[in-house]
């Protein structure tokens, strides 16, 4: 048979050439279908072939001549003995897979709603009958094809009580798409709007993270010239804004980029004559907080009601206490703290427990546990991280009996349960050893 020798291809660009006598070897590439191959090491094992489809191999052929005798010898770049990938779907695959499948599973229209809905039209229709069949629809795609259908009779102009029940309907059914068309549309007439109108606008594609589809709506409302123009943003355009800048839960997008933004949207409202409330200023002051900018979060509320004629709430003061205990400045939050409550505020539980966590690391263990005290009695809970942190400074001061003490007296006035209280002391058992005992 014939054999290869060490050395004996050398690679170039396009081909393999080996000058033996008697021996002669050339390349050919050749377009082929996988399926229709056959094996041609005489296996054909669905092993091989399975190996083929999940790797997506492209495999050359090279015919060789040997003593007029030819055969294929088929050339991989993936070893045969390789195994299949366990790595995970990236997030952009997972996210191109999720959109494939919405869009397959996307329902069909119902032919019978839908023709029972243009028959409860006069023939002579008006928008504000159409309003009213488009709002007693539940299904939105029949919203969305009585609208376009009205759009082709003769003799009808939508208006803004037709453009506003549709786009409600399919943004509360999250048909983002099928409402940034008919946000177009809308657009593309001058003469259409209202400032609800356009909250709405703004308000959904906000709820579909489209931040730059609802700028685009606010800039449009500033374009007209008419100061009394109904168009012109009000409080609530910038409230929406203002939420959706610092977003939502745990999802927070606020950084040093975000707050720039919403430090001059702030400022462009205020030259506009808008006049800011009690939503506008909490959130300056907590996009100052999240952005550590504290100081400018103080100044805020030092203007609250010298300048803008409103008195700070609840609100405002939890958002100082967390962010001066964050920033070290515990002094600070106490005095917020007893201004607070003097005011018959209560603090919330995060409130209390950056208070008391600030307290604890910086070595007031007395005050730390009057005030982790006080919150039981205010009806707010304390988490793990506060109970641990208040634990650990205590034991640092070489008192473990004393740490032990506390932690059973929590658990006597039932502030943590079994499971908490095992991991609390475990976590002093790993920490300070056998001396907790």
């Known amino acids: 048979m014939f ?63 040997a003593s007029q005798t030819q055969f294929h010898v088929l050339f991989t770049p ?26 397959s599973c996307k329902p069909a229209l119902d032919q019978a709603q839908f023709q029972l809905a243009i028959s409860q039209l006069p023939p002579r229709f008006a928008p504000e009958e159409l309003c009213n069949v488009i709002a007693s629809q539940v299904n939105p795609l029949v919203c969305l094809e009585l609208f376009h259908w009205a759009s082709q009779q003769p003799r009808f102009r939508h208006d803004v009580s037709t453009f506003h029940v549709t786009i409600k309907k ?64 009000s409080i609530k355009t910038y409230n929406i804004l203002f939420a959706a800048l610092l977003g939502r839960g745990n999802n927070s997008y606020i950084n040093h980029v975000y707050m720039e933004t919403i430090r001059c949207l702030f400022r462009q409202m205020v030259n506009d004559g808008v006049k800011p409330d009690i939503f506008s200023l909490n959130s300056m002051i907590k996009g ?25 709430n609840s609100l405002t003061y939890d958002y100082l206490i967390h962010g001066l205990c964050a920033q070290g ?26 208070l008391i966590n600030s307290l604890a690391i ?14 039981t ?35 006597e006035k039932d502030l943590v349960d079994g499971h908490a209280y095992r991991k609390l002391l475990y976590v002093l058992e790993d920490d300070y050893g056998n001396s907790v005992n």
Request: proline letters at 3%.
């Open 3 to 65: 054999s290869f020798g060490r050395n004996c291809l050398k690679f170039r660009t396009s081909y393999f050439r080996r000058n033996v006598s008697n021996e002669n070897l050339s390349f050919c590439q050749k377009s082929f279908d996988l399926s229709a191959l056959s094996d041609p090491f005489g296996d054909n094992s669905p092993k091989m072939h399975a190996f083929y489809q999940t790797r997506k191999v492209v495999p050359f052929l090279f015919q060789i001549n």
């Open 78 to 103: 993936f070893s045969f003995n390789s195994h299949y990938s366990t790595r995970a779907p990236s997030r952009s695959y997972r996210r191109r897979a999720r959109k494939r499948l919405l869009k």
């Open 170 to 233: 399919l943004g509360a059914a999250k048909m983002y798409q099928e409402m940034d068309d008919i946000v177009n549309q809308l657009l593309a007439v001058p003469s259409i709007g209202s400032e609800v109108l356009f909250n709405t606008i703004i308000y959904y594609f906000t709820e579909a993270r489209k931040l730059t589809r609802a700028v685009n709506v606010f800039k449009h409302m500033k374009s007209r010239r008419n100061l009394n123009c109904c168009f012109r943003p």
């Open 288 to 312: 100052y907080v999240l952005s550590l900018h504290v100081n400018d979060a103080l100044r805020i509320f030092h203007q609250m009601g010298v300048v803008y004629d409103c008195q700070p």
């Open 329 to 354: 400045r515990t002094n600070n939050a106490k005095e917020l703290c007893y201004e607070m409550k003097s005011k018959g505020f209560i603090p919330n539980s995060k409130s209390y427990n950056s």
């Open 362 to 375: 910086g070595g007031d263990i007395e005050e730390a546990v009057n005030y982790l005290w006080e919150m």
């Open 377 to 411: 009695d205010k009806q707010r809970s304390a988490d793990f991280i506060t109970y641990r942190t208040v634990l650990d400074e205590i034991c640092r001061r070489g008192t473990n009996q004393e740490a032990m003490g506390f932690l059973k007296e929590l658990q």
